[in-house]
């Protein structure tokens, strides 16, 4: 048996959709906060158990009988490695023997604040005695897809990230590539997953002034004020800083991967950024 957590967010309805191509639905376990959300997944046989990180009492009865489960990362910044650490001691009681986690691109080492958590939690998934497979997840293209449009009203994409090559990859890459490692057999390793194009944000801007046939020039500007930038367009602060922080870094190679270890997992090109911007802009 299969399980996912997270099945019903944006990249766990993405790995159901994949999975269910390889592998029987009755075979495969959606484990999710709100069963209720989760019901285009049971019309298709998948099965539904509740699972809440949150309430790690609902957690091991949703592992039983699963033999690799997918540890989709919490989206509760803050919280995520008190949440981890309950989804890892549930399913040790309840005995799987592979767990997957979607990790952060290089999170050993990485200067985001957010690799934190996820060093954390791959900490814990050693520590606990598991077979692990890490999905080390680099920056989704989806993160500047909400830029593109002001950036093409005003003429201007801002950023923090200076000349720093960032490769990302679309939500439905990384999700067909942990469709493909929890349907395999592997029962350790460590994925380094990313785009097999890297790109500046300046190419960014110069991607987004052709699919739009406007000028569109990149300026670039401290993360301090790109923060101040993301709050005054009506990004929550706590979010402006992760996404400023994330720029910074970015400038210092934070994002940049080009290993193409994901393209080798999913046995295909990765969707390109000028794809991306161009079904944006252009339908
Ligand atoms: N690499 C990147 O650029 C990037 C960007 C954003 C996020 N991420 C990470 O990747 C993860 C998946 O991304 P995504 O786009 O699918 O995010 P998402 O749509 O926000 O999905 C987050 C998932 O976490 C689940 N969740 C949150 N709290 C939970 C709880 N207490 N118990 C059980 N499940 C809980 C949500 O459940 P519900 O379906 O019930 O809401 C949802 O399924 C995120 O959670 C985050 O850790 C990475």
Do not use: C
């Amino acid at each position: 048996m299969y399980a996912v957590t997270g099945a019903t967010g944006q990249l766990g309805r993405h790995v159901m959709a994949d999975l269910v191509k390889t592998t029987p639905p009755a075979s495969i376990i959606a484990a999710v906060r709100d069963p209720a959300k989760a019901a285009p997944l049971a019309a298709q046989g998948i099965q539904v158990r509740e699972a809440d990180y949150d309430r790690p009492e609902t957690l091991e009865a949703a592992f039983q009988g699963v033999e690799r489960l997918l540890l989709i990362s919490s989206s509760a910044v803050g919280r995520r490695v008190t949440q981890h650490q309950a989804v890892i001691a549930a399913a040790k009681a309840a005995g799987v023997s592979v767990v997957l986690y979607t990790s952060l691109l290089h999170a050993d080492r990485s200067a985001i604040g957010l690799a934190e958590e996820h060093r954390q939690t791959e900490a814990a998934l050693r520590d606990s005695g598991l077979s692990v497979v890490l999905l080390r997840n680099g920056w989704y293209a989806e993160n500047y897809l909400n830029g593109v449009s002001p950036a093409v009203t005003r003429g201007v994409l801002f950023g923090a990230a200076g000349d720093g090559r960032i490769s990302t990859a679309s939500r439905s890459d990384y999700a067909a590539a942990a469709a493909v490692a929890l349907a395999g057999a592997e029962t350790s390793g460590v994925y380094e997953l990313a785009g097999d194009e890297s790109w500046t944000l300046a190419d960014l801007a110069e991607v987004i002034s052709k699919a739009a046939d406007k000028p569109v020039a990149y300026k670039d500007i401290s993360e301090a004020a790109y923060r101040e930038a993301l709050i005054g367009a009506g990004l929550p602060e706590h979010v402006a800083e992760i996404v400023a922080n994330a720029d910074a870094s970015a400038a210092k190679g934070a994002l940049f991967d080009d290993s193409r270890t994901l393209s080798r997992l999913i046995g295909r090109p990765t969707i390109t950024m000028t794809q991306m911007i161009n079904a944006v802009l252009n339908g």
